[in-house]
């Protein structure tokens, strides 16, 4: 019975451990930018469509977003064709190597300055980008599903005679 229920487990494993590509690891990414009207972005692996020498472009979910090499400066603007809304962060590069259709960025929190706000109406002042990983629903499984083994055999020890 022990050995069904270790081979099991680590077929369970091997099956939710194996990402789908190497570089699906990487992505998707949470872009939370603090100024007056904080947003967080989650920018996924295909988001990245236009590649540039000064960097990379593209569109998530209803903005356009265009991340700069170090040649030009570093930083990204983000931009939203509906309402006119622009924020353009003045700071460090955000992703590492040349560019190509999915970077792969740094994570932390980078401090810079920036301009924001609807056209015409724009201000300048301090922002803060953080840029972090999102957990891949493969390894959601595996920590749930040790949690579950780790129970089961807690259980399991309390019922035996000591």
Do not use: C
């Not at 960097?55 to 040649?71: F, L």
């Not at 700071?91 to 994570?107: E, H, N, Q, S, Y």
């Amino acid at each position: 019975m022990k050995a069904i229920a270790y081979s099991a487990a680590i077929a369970i494993a091997a099956a939710t451990a194996a990402p789908a590509t190497a570089t699906s690891v990487q992505y998707p990414y949470k872009l939370s930018i603090a100024n007056a009207t904080s947003q967080s972005i989650i920018i996924e692996e295909s988001t990245f469509t236009d590649v540039a020498s000064d960097g990379v472009g593209g569109k998530v979910s209803m903005h356009d977003i265009h991340v700069y090499t170090a040649d030009a400066g570093g930083g990204l603007l983000l931009f939203n064709p509906a309402t006119g809304y622009t924020l353009r962060f003045f700071g460090p590069v955000l992703f590492d190597g040349p560019p190509r259709a999915a970077p792969i960025f740094f994570t932390g929190t980078f401090s810079g300055t920036g301009r924001f706000g609807l056209a015409g109406f724009e201000q300048d002042g301090p922002l803060d980008i953080t840029i972090s990983s999102v957990p891949e629903p493969a390894n959601w499984a595996m920590l749930i599903g040790g949690f579950g083994l780790v129970g089961v055999t807690m259980r399991r020890r309390a019922r035996l005679p000591a």
